[in-house]
């Protein structure tokens, strides 16, 4: 007799060789006979409360450890429910492989159980989206999903198959499989051609006032990014993608000066990142001086609104490495006072920003300001923390106060509800590492119930919440653009601490900024913790000040928005 398994357990057994320490998922039936081998197989499953975060989850182990994620759910609502979570790994660039379940073929356009278009509903947000009918092929079909996913065939993300139930039940012999397809390979690395680097190397060593920008595209080239900025003197703008990859202290940081390093550029090395709105898309609007070069593994983030005057391709560490070389056989015409005039203020901004934290006041409801937890955060988190933050004004002053060197966001999606789901995938994945969520009373609420599967699968994070019931950034816009018609963007002062206790979690509610300290220490020695923070409704945040919230026509900032308006002669 031939040995044979099903396909149900070939995908157990194609995860248990190829895919990550742990899957993401929330059951039905559609997709039982997987979960059922991936138990045989040995494979743990982090059973969530909405399918939703176990997507976040699978993008957030992904991005950490840079294993591929892995979700695991059922069809129809199960699969839908995904589609925020797939459409933020979409543009975080998260390689994550979505395993859905889909109805028997054999009841295919009869009206099935949980039938519903879930490829046609993914495909936009994902890197490939495929119903796998042909059983004998599911194994050769995942290897190349996970391919995609990570960035086989442009940028790394999501990808999505399903398998019909019929066919995870159907047996196929083991020597149908071909065996290459259960190894772990790497991709071909492809180096930078020299040319490029040259023509890049001598832009640079000309550029006067240089400025290096990195993103997600920048993973694992911390140490080339660091040569390149020493042999180049170029000042240098981490964004929300690529924190920590340079360690804080290293002087080319100017990010306290972001907008007067943008503002004077002459030259602009983008290294795997976007020029997105965060960047003004590239326009002379935000870099009114500057030529630029692009580097990066990946067209979609060399070639986006305004292309170099060099393109980079190739692996980004080898790139920065033999830039950094190149660099070195060229007079450099750096301005030195330039450069240093923006790290002094850097640093004297940077550290007058850090002392105004616990000094800050409250506000005209007695509440504390929100920038206290950041203080009372400080001394708490040493240098391998990970820190995860999401919200509207909360978002925007963690951005610029939670020191961690390890960080994720609700990034260029302003995805909402990635806090929880992120930081107990962090926790998993980093058991030995202190891994802190602050998250707006809003956006907590959108995956709240996850704090029961921190506590069920002791994810060991601590939640902050900060709590100024409201939808604060959203309140004050309606405050002060629309004539103060505040509608709809409050939310009641509830007490999300009693709510972590009814789910096993230590938990504290906290108003006296004095005993904040004290209460998030007893939270790490006690996590999953959760501590609810009554802060103030009486701030204006960064974001909101420069007019992130108004959505302007042209730009996503205010003051870019009318530079654009006078390119286009509408000032
Ligand atoms: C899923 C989703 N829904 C709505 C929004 C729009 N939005 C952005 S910030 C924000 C308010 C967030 O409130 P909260 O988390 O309490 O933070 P706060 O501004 O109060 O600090 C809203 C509704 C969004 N970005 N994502
Ligand atoms: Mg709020």
């Given at each position: 007799?031939?040995?044979?398994?099903s396909v149900?357990?070939w995908?157990a057994?194609?995860i248990?060789?190829?895919?990550?320490?742990?899957?993401?998922?929330?059951?039905?039936g559609?997709?039982q006979?997987?979960?059922?081998e991936?138990?045989?197989?040995?494979?743990?499953?982090?059973d969530?409360?909405?399918?939703?975060?176990?997507?976040?989850?699978?993008?957030?182990?992904?991005l950490l450890?840079?294993?591929?994620g892995v979700?695991l759910v059922?069809?129809?609502?199960?699969?839908t429910?995904?589609v925020t979570?797939?459409a933020?790994?979409?543009?975080e660039?998260?390689?994550?492989l979505?395993?859905?379940?889909?109805?028997?073929a054999?009841?295919?356009?009869?009206?099935?159980?949980?039938?519903t278009?879930?490829?046609d509903i993914l495909?936009?947000?994902t890197?490939?989206a495929r119903?796998?009918?042909?059983?004998e092929h599911?194994?050769?079909e995942l290897?190349a999903?996970?391919?995609r996913?990570?960035?086989?065939?442009?940028?790394?993300?999501?990808?999505?198959v399903?398998?019909?139930?019929?066919?995870?039940r159907?047996?196929?012999a083991d020597?149908?499989?071909l065996?290459?397809?259960l190894l772990?390979?790497?991709?071909?690395?492809?180096l930078?051609d020299?040319?490029?680097i040259?023509?890049?190397a001598?832009?640079?060593?000309?550029?006067?006032r240089?400025l290096?920008?990195?993103?997600?595209?920048?993973?694992?080239a911390?140490?080339a990014?660091?040569?390149?900025?020493?042999?180049?003197?170029?000042?240098?703008l981490?964004t929300?993608?690529?924190r920590?990859?340079?360690?804080?202290?290293?002087p080319?940081?100017?990010?306290?000066m972001r907008?007067?390093?943008?503002?004077?550029a002459?030259l602009?090395?983008?290294v795997?990142r976007?020029?997105?709105?965060?960047?003004?898309?590239?326009s002379?609007?935000?870099f009114?001086?500057?030529?630029?070069?692009?580097i990066?593994?990946?067209?979609?983030?060399?070639?986006?609104n305004?292309?170099g005057?060099?393109?980079?391709g190739g692996d980004?560490?080898?790139a920065l490495?033999?830039?950094?070389a190149?660099t070195?056989?060229?007079?450099?015409a750096?301005?030195?006072?330039?450069?240093?005039a923006?790290?002094?203020?850097?640093?004297e901004?940077?550290q007058?920003?850090?002392?105004?934290?616990?000094?800050?006041?409250?506000?005209?409801?007695g509440?504390?300001?929100?920038?206290?937890?950041?203080a009372?955060?400080?001394?708490?988190l040493p240098d391998?923390?990970?820190?995860?933050a999401?919200?509207?004004d909360?978002l925007?002053f963690?951005?610029?106060?939670?020191a961690?060197?390890?960080y994720?966001?609700?990034?260029?999606f302003?995805?909402?509800?990635?806090?929880v789901?992120?930081?107990n995938a962090?926790a998993?994945?980093f058991?030995?590492?202190?891994?802190?969520?602050v998250c707006?009373?809003?956006?907590?609420g959108?995956h709240?119930?996850?704090?029961?599967?921190a506590?069920?699968?002791?994810?060991?994070?601590?939640?902050?919440?900060?709590?100024?019931a409201?939808w604060?950034?959203?309140r004050?816009?309606?405050?002060?653009n629309?004539?103060g018609?505040?509608s709809?963007?409050?939310?009641?002062?509830?007490?999300?601490a009693a709510?972590?206790?009814?789910?096993?979690?230590?938990?504290e509610r906290?108003?006296?900024?004095?005993?904040?300290?004290?209460?998030?220490?007893r939270?790490f020695?006690?996590?999953?913790?959760l501590?609810?923070?009554?802060v103030?409704?009486?701030?204006?945040s960064?974001?909101?000040?420069?007019?992130?919230?108004i959505?302007?026509?042209?730009?996503a900032?205010a003051?870019?928005?009318?530079a654009?308006?006078?390119?286009?002669g509408?000032g």
């Open positions: 007799m031939t040995a044979s398994r149900a357990g995908i057994r194609f248990a060789a190829r895919g990550p320490a742990r899957v993401f998922g929330l059951q039905g559609h997709i006979p997987i979960w059922d991936l138990g045989r197989a040995g494979v743990p499953i982090v969530v409360r909405h399918e939703g975060a176990a997507v976040h989850m699978a993008a957030a182990h992904a450890t840079g294993e591929p979700a059922t069809s129809g609502p199960g699969v429910n995904c979570s797939v933020n790994a979409d543009l660039r998260a390689p994550v979505v395993i859905g379940g889909c109805p028997p054999r009841q295919e356009q009869m009206g099935p159980l949980q039938g278009p879930h490829v495909r936009p947000v890197r490939s119903t796998l009918r042909t059983a599911v194994v050769r290897d999903a996970l391919a996913a990570q960035g086989s065939d442009g940028l790394p993300g999501p990808v999505y399903e398998i019909p139930t019929d066919v995870l159907t047996k196929i020597a149908a499989v065996s290459e397809f772990r390979r790497s991709a071909p690395r492809s930078p020299p040319v490029a040259e023509r890049a001598q832009l640079l060593c000309r550029a006067r240089p290096v920008i990195s993103g997600r595209g920048a993973t694992g911390g140490a990014l660091a040569s390149l900025l020493d042999a180049s003197g170029a000042v240098y981490d929300q993608e690529s920590g990859i340079l360690p804080a202290g290293h080319a940081h100017v990010g306290a907008g007067a390093a943008m503002r004077d002459d602009v090395l983008t795997g976007k020029l997105d709105y965060q960047l003004g898309y590239g002379p609007a935000a009114p001086d500057a030529r630029f070069v692009r990066s593994a990946y067209a979609a983030e060399r070639d986006d305004r292309p005057e060099v393109a980079v980004v560490a080898a490495t033999q830039l950094a190149a070195r056989g060229h007079p450099r750096l301005d030195v006072e330039w450069r240093d923006l790290r002094s203020r850097h640093a901004r940077s007058r920003h850090v002392a105004t934290l616990a000094k800050l006041p409250p506000g005209a409801d509440r504390m300001h929100p920038n206290r937890i950041f009372a955060l400080a001394g708490l391998d923390a990970i820190g995860v999401d919200g509207g909360i925007s963690a951005r610029l106060s939670l961690t060197g390890t994720l966001d609700a990034g260029a302003g995805c909402l509800g990635v806090g789901p992120y930081a962090a998993l994945a058991p030995g590492r202190r891994v802190v969520a707006g009373d809003g956006a907590f959108l709240a119930m996850e704090i029961d599967t506590a069920r699968h002791g994810c060991k994070a601590v939640f902050v919440i900060a709590n100024n409201a604060n950034i959203e004050v816009d309606q405050q002060l629309y004539g018609r505040v709809g963007t409050l939310l009641g002062d509830s007490d999300y709510m972590a206790r009814a789910f096993g979690l230590h938990a906290v108003a006296d900024p004095a005993a904040l300290e004290a209460a998030l220490a939270a020695d006690n996590a999953p913790a501590v609810d923070v009554v103030t409704r009486d701030t204006v960064s974001d909101l000040e420069k007019g992130l919230s959505v302007p026509d042209w730009q900032l003051a870019w928005d009318n654009e308006r006078g390119r286009y509408q």
